[in-house]
């Protein structure tokens, strides 16, 4: 018979006689007591047990926060494969980058498409371990240099003649070096009129400073093209015995854009929000000093971005940047206003109007980015390791390697392999993402990435029924990189005229390049243009795509 509380009470009366109730009446209390504590230490256990998975998700997610915050600062900016493959279509060569070879606008789509097919067949000049005998490009100017005997004959005094020569080609450079322009203007003694005549002095933008075209359109140049700040100038300046401050090519820059260059930045907005088919849109962070309070604060440049290459369409490359304080919806609606066209860009809240009937931007048709919806998976996978996320990955992979396939081509062609080969996929994918929806917690990582595809599903899928659509918009996302590798080198803007400044020779410069314009030179002859106080009503010939051919990169 098992021993029980009660047995044994009653084994005690027994053998104890009169004290037994009192013996009784301790082991019972005792016994209470036993039960409270036990029952504390359960409940303090239960506390302890639950705290600890609080603890150990709170680390899990510090954990993946600090994963991506390095990966961020430290890593690279694709989207990889969970394989750990890189990608073709990576942030870098995603299926809307346009054909290398076109780099300059052809104006004619059946030439470039042809001139890809051309360039994809062509041998490379070199093998991939980097060796073999380079090809220099034909405009490279070539110095013969003799390296012989005066006399060329033989050294040894015989007097044996040159019968051959060996070559060996080296690149060297000539270093940018300041020089000094004096022009000298005579007065002339007329005999006639009996007075004295003076030359017309050459026309230039700001005729009381000591900037030159030339100098300014290098200025320019360095800094939001090859994203020099104007401390690091000053500083060449002075490697050279010049002394001339990092304010006033501060100035003269912020003069230059907002006064002289600011009608051709107009005439391109203008082209771009009244002739496009099809545009791309985000925004980037820019820090501006705040006067007085030792700090910044942190406003946004947005841009508006036409690059109709990947569809063969016949309309030049041209992006506009604009710096505004907020990234507050009515700033995308000033930006928009008036454009009838798709404009594609990613899912922020600001971004949520676009085609919405009385507003300003009604006119809109809204297209979302399927690189921010892989990038969901991608980063669930890198700090998860969930299978479904890596399948979800998998079939976004595959609309990407049918895109490949008609990179360039006209939009009718790129509709009708969509449909046949992309919109299956299509299905499969929302089919898979429905499936496994309740697979996972309602509120972790994987089943908001799933959330964020089946809201977005129609914006995500229009591109199937749309040739001019691409699969994302990594076109305007590369726009940025010189922007926020200057804005690495350069920490924080000092002002709003120098924002606007930013904006306008950014513009300039990044259109400059998507239409293979070499920016320096263009510069200059557009301020030599306006110095010679060409018409307004002719300023569409300074336009970056109606560049003089000695332009153009070769």
């Not at 019972?28 to 609080?54: P, Q």
């Not at 954990?63 to 870098?92: M, T, V, Y």
């Not at 044996?160 to 322009?181: F, S």
Request: aromatic fraction near 8%.
């Amino acid at each position: 018979m098992p021993d029980t509380i009660e047995q044994l009470k009653n084994d005690i009366l027994v053998s104890s006689g009169l004290q037994g109730p009192g013996l009784v009446q301790r082991l019972h209390v005792l016994w209470n007591e036993v039960i409270s504590e036990n029952e504390t230490l359960r409940e303090e256990g239960m506390k302890a047990n639950m705290l600890n998975r609080l603890m150990k998700a709170e680390i899990r997610r510090l954990k993946r926060q600090i994963a991506k915050l390095n990966k961020q600062a430290f890593g690279s900016s694709a989207d990889h494969h969970p394989d750990k493959i890189k990608a073709s279509h990576s942030k870098d060569t995603s299926e809307d980058t346009p054909p290398k070879e076109n780099a300059a606008f052809s104006g004619k789509a059946a030439e470039s498409t042809a001139a890809g097919q051309k360039n994809a067949d062509r041998p490379k000049p070199r093998n991939t371990n980097g060796r073999g005998k380079r090809v220099w490009p034909d405009h490279i100017e070539r110095r013969e240099i003799y390296m012989g005997t005066e006399d060329k004959k033989c050294p040894c005094g015989c007097g044996g003649p040159i019968i051959d020569m060996e070559k060996n080609e080296t690149l060297e450079v000539i270093p940018a070096r300041y020089y000094l322009a004096v022009r000298l203007y005579p007065k002339y003694g007329c005999r006639m009129k009996g007075v004295i005549k003076g030359t017309k002095f050459a026309p230039r933008i700001f005729p009381k400073t000591v900037m030159s075209h030339g100098l300014m359109a290098n200025a320019i140049t360095m800094r939001f093209g090859w994203q020099l700040p104007w401390y690091r100038q000053e500083n060449i300046f002075l490697s050279q015995g010049v002394n001339l401050n990092r304010s006033s090519l501060m100035r003269w820059s912020n003069r230059l854009a907002n006064e002289a260059l600011l009608s051709i930045y107009e005439l391109m907005e203008q082209e771009l929000k009244t002739n496009s088919e099809r545009l791309f849109m985000d925004e980037t962070t820019l820090p501006i000093q705040q006067p007085g309070k030792g700090k910044t604060k942190t406003s946004y440049l947005y841009a508006l971005l036409r690059d109709d290459r990947s569809f063969a369409g016949n309309k030049p490359p041209v992006v506009i940047y604009y710096p505004r304080d907020t990234r507050a919806m009515h700033n995308i609606h000033d930006i928009l206003d008036g454009v009838r066209a798709i404009v594609q860009t990613d899912s922020y809240a600001g971004y949520g109007q676009l085609g919405r009937p009385a507003t300003p931007v009604e006119h809109i048709t809204p297209v979302k980015c399927w690189a921010h919806a892989r990038r969901n998976f991608t980063d669930e996978y890198e700090f998860n390791k969930t299978h479904d996320a890596k399948r979800v990955i998998q079939i976004i992979e595959e609309l990407y390697d049918e895109e490949k396939k008609i990179r360039g081509r006209p939009p009718l062609i790129r509709e009708a392999h969509r449909r046949e080969f992309s919109a299956p996929i299509l299905d499969r994918l929302k089919a898979f993402l429905i499936e496994h929806s309740d697979h996972h917690l309602s509120k972790s990582k994987m089943t908001q990435a799933i959330r964020y595809i089946l809201r977005q599903w129609e914006y995500l899928t229009a591109f199937v029924n749309d040739g001019r659509i691409d699969l994302d918009t990594n076109a305007v996302e590369r726009m940025f990189k010189p922007t926020i590798l200057l804005r690495k080198n350069v920490l924080f803007l000092g002002s709003e005229e120098g924002a606007a400044a930013w904006g306008i020779h950014s513009s300039i410069i990044e259109t400059c390049k998507l239409n293979g314009v070499n920016a320096e030179p263009y510069l200059k002859w557009v301020f030599d243009q306006i110095a010679a106080k060409l018409p307004r009503s002719q300023y569409e010939k300074l336009l970056p795509w109606n560049a003089p051919v000695e332009f153009m990169i070769k």
